[in-house]
């Protein structure tokens, strides 16, 4: 079965420093979408990504996030400087024209 | 704005013991809903789903039904399995075709003891 995978799996960086997590979505997929979830919390959205630009983001999403699809096949999230906050595991998750987001399992940031 | 929410954890059960996890919405419209698990370690997975009223959704034993009267998904299984261990997560999405995002209840940890 067709899954979002995603690199690596655990990282660790000290503040400030940049941070790519990488994902490759379900091949077929048009919709890409980033969440986080800060340790025992909710799953929060971070952005969708569609056609090759942002189609919406939220609050969590400031100028020190980018997203990029370099290639045909993966999706990436820069963090540029990253701080204590942002430690949290990131889903990266992709979506076909029907109403269903299947997410990878996940990316956890530490930062020290 | 949408919203989720779950009834609050965590849920502690013996195994073969019947299982309901609240879940109401607060939408405009008839969005979709969906259950999803998060097993210890492991990413987010789809359960199960319901895309308008009175639907059933179904999977591996559990079932929650899309009830707009009472704007509520709750989770149910007859009988539960320590295998079910895990934090299930109650999310909806617009129906508008696009780029709709998924907004998540806090999610809700269950335990289940052999």
């Known amino acids: 079965e067709p899954e979002v995978t995603q690199t690596p799996s655990h990282q660790v960086t000290q503040m400030g420093q940049e941070v790519i997590l990488r994902c490759v979505p379900i091949s077929n997929h048009l919709y890409f979408y980033w969440y986080r979830q800060i340790l025992g919390q909710k799953v929060e959205f971070l952005v969708s990504?569609?056609?090759?630009?942002?189609?919406?983001k939220s609050e969590i999403f400031d100028d020190q996030f980018s997203v990029e699809r370099p290639d045909g096949s993966n999706f990436t999230l820069k963090i540029r400087s990253t701080k204590l906050e942002d430690s949290a595991m990131y889903f990266c998750a992709s979506k076909d024209r029907g109403n269903t987001i299947y997410f990878g399992e996940g990316s956890w940031l530490t930062v020290v | 704005g949408d919203s989720v929410t779950q009834m609050e954890g965590p849920v502690t059960l013996s195994e073969e013991a019947f299982l309901t996890i609240n879940c109401t919405y607060t939408a405009t419209g008839y969005p979709s809903l969906f259950w999803y698990v998060q097993y210890p370690g492991e990413g987010l997975q789809l359960l199960l789903k319901?895309?308008?009223?009175?639907d059933k959704g179904s999977n591996k034993g559990f079932e929650a039904t899309y009830r707009k009267e009472t704007t509520s998904f709750h989770l149910e299984k007859g009988s539960v399995q320590v295998s079910d261990s895990a934090v299930y997560f109650c999310a909806l999405s617009s129906p508008e075709p696009g780029a709709q995002k998924l907004v998540f209840g806090q999610g809700t940890r269950l335990t289940i003891n052999p």
């Open positions: 319901a895309t308008k009223a009175d």
């Open positions: 990504f569609y056609n090759n630009e942002i189609s919406e």
